[in-house]
């Protein structure tokens, strides 16, 4: 490869999930700091792509939309849609005539899209952290010191392997705005009627859909939340996402202390903005969880099936809390027990939520 202040226009990939493309944003801002000149596009899917449009360190967001092709078998006329949205962001890589590509997520799909590009350098892990033979798209292969590196860490070993100085600093900056705030606080006024004066907590007890493995029992967080109000005069605040709602007010509902639903958000970037203004975030290894880090809340994860030394919050104080069991972390959707979840009780968590706010 060229010397990395050679190449001039760069096309960073990392599509999903949420949390993972705010991690990669720490490796991008170094690479900005260091070279401001350099031009970088982003290619991400929808659901993520809000935390990326209007950011600093980016010039440009493409939008892969993966959803198109998964509405075949409901539609099949979205098939002309799908090929054609496809055609059209094939069109606007090649039309980009990028000098690098650098594949942070490490996928079939992403480096097929990297060699797509038509650019002439595409860097990108090698196996195992690479998977589904994508490897075969690039020029250039980074292998990390470990498998069971921190994300973040990880991202930026891969931009220090291409040249770029890496500090012991870490900044995301989240593009949130005004408007995200105001948002935000519209979404807490009724905070105003909780009793309490304690510290502001946000606990998201929900995930996607997918990753509905990673959560913890709702019994465990009415617990929690009563212990909260009970012994630290806590305000709690219940955030939620899309398909989450019903969750939240179940445990709203079997609560014996007042709490607060809040409203549904529009954006990433106006929940990102209300968990600026709590004390605290407690919740699951879940995208929500890195908002949180990357706006330099405290946060208290509660992990089951999924890497804890991998997946830690990043560059703010945090607590984990787990049940180590032989057969986790397993990242298994499939299992049927959750024992590494539902084994962890209430009083654990408190322990850890008390040691960040004393």
Avoid at 41 to 64: N, R
Wanted: aromatic fraction near 8%; charged fraction near 25%; glycine fraction near 8%.
């Amino acid at each position: 490869m060229d010397a990395i202040e050679q190449y001039k226009n760069v096309l960073i990939i990392r599509m999903s999930a949420i949390g993972d493309v705010v991690r990669t944003l720490p490796a991008v801002n170094a690479w900005r700091k260091q070279f401001p000149a350099t031009r970088f596009t982003w290619l991400v899917e929808p659901a993520a792509a809000s935390v990326l449009q209007g950011h600093a360190a980016i010039d440009k967001v493409l939008i892969f939309e993966r959803g198109l092709f998964g509405d075949f078998r409901r539609s099949p006329g979205n098939i002309v849609r799908a090929l054609l949205s496809l055609s059209n962001l094939i069109s606007d890589l090649r039309r980009e005539k990028f000098d690098l590509v650098v594949d942070f997520h490490g996928i079939f799909k992403s480096a097929l899209f990297a060699r797509l590009s038509g650019a002439r350098e595409r860097v990108g892990f090698a196996r195992p952290e690479a998977k589904e033979g994508g490897t075969i798209f690039y020029t250039h292969q980074f292998k990390p010191v470990s498998r069971e590196l921190n994300r973040v860490a990880r991202a930026l070993d891969l931009v220090e392997y291409l040249g770029v100085k890496v500090s012991d600093s870490v900044a995301y900056r989240l593009p949130v705005r005004a408007l995200n705030r105001e948002r935000a606080y519209a979404t807490m006024e009724c905070l105003s009627e909780l009793p309490g004066r304690g510290p502001l907590i946000a606990l998201h007890p929900g995930s996607s859909r997918k990753t509905a493995y990673k959560r913890w029992h709702q019994n465990g967080y009415v617990g929690l939340i009563n212990a909260l109000v009970e012994k630290h005069d806590a305000r709690i605040i219940l955030t939620w996402g899309p398909g989450e709602r019903e969750t939240v007010e179940l445990i709203a509902g079997h609560v014996r202390v007042p709490v607060v639903v809040a409203k549904k958000t529009t954006s990433l970037l106006d929940l990102a903005a209300l968990f600026a203004a709590c004390d605290l975030f407690i919740g699951g290894d879940t995208g929500p969880a890195h908002l949180a880090v990357a706006m330099q809340t405290p946060v208290v994860v509660i992990f089951g099936p999924t890497h804890p030394k991998v997946n830690a919050p990043y560059g703010v104080p945090n607590r984990i809390v787990r049940y180590s069991l032989p057969c986790s972390p397993c990242r298994k959707r499939s299992c049927k027990s959750r024992l590494c979840l539902e084994a962890i009780g209430g009083r654990r968590v408190l322990a850890a939520v008390e040691e960040l706010l004393l």
